[in-house]
């Protein structure tokens, strides 16, 4: 049953017009250093979905050095960083149900990985995204731009 549905799924992937799957899934890194790998993360806009792939390269678990990858509007970086250090490790720091927030991943600890994996209907080709970890501490260095164009 759950091969039928994948294989159903594969194929409405393929059928779709538009960019190629990989051409819409990223790779990213963090480490124990509080660095992602790149500070630009860029895909077609004809990417209806888009997944991110984090993996944290270094040891610390979660508690200690968590990141998380959220994406939002640059001018909001700062609040849903802020907002989301309140909300604690078990929101995965980030606030529940803000609308400010278009996608975010679980925070994973070192050795970890996952996997974002989220709908674009509610981007703009050529809008001012960035990438960040809400991670408390993190936003104001580990973020980077997030190009849809
Ligand atoms: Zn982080």
């Known amino acids: 049953m759950t091969t039928r549905i994948l294989a159903a799924a594969g194929l409405m992937l393929s ?14 890194e963090a480490n124990d250093m509080m660095q992602f790998s790149t500070k630009l993360i860029s895909v077609p806009a004809s990417c209806e979905e888009v997944s991110i ?3 944290h ?8 050095m968590g990141h998380n990858v959220v994406i939002t509007d640059t001018a909001n970086v700062q609040a849903v960083g802020t907002d ?6 078990d929101n995965n720091y980030v606030k ?4 400010r927030v278009y996608a975010a991943s679980k925070v ?3 050795g970890e990985t996952t996997t974002l994996t989220f709908k674009t209907d509610k981007l703009s080709a050529g ?5 960040l970890c809400t991670f408390p501490g993190h936003w104001a260095i580990m973020q980077g ?3 849809f164009k």
């Open 127 to 131: 809008g001012d995204y960035t990438f």
């Open 96 to 99: 529940p149900g803000d609308e």
């Open 53 to 55: 792939t984090l993996k």
């Open 15 to 28: 059928l779709s017009f538009g960019a190629t799957a990989s051409e819409c899934e990223v790779a990213l």
């Open 108 to 110: 994973i600890g070192g």
């Open 84 to 89: 989301g250090m309140a909300a604690g490790l």
């Open 57 to 64: 390269t270094g040891k610390s678990p979660a508690q200690a």
């Open 145 to 147: 731009k997030f190009e």
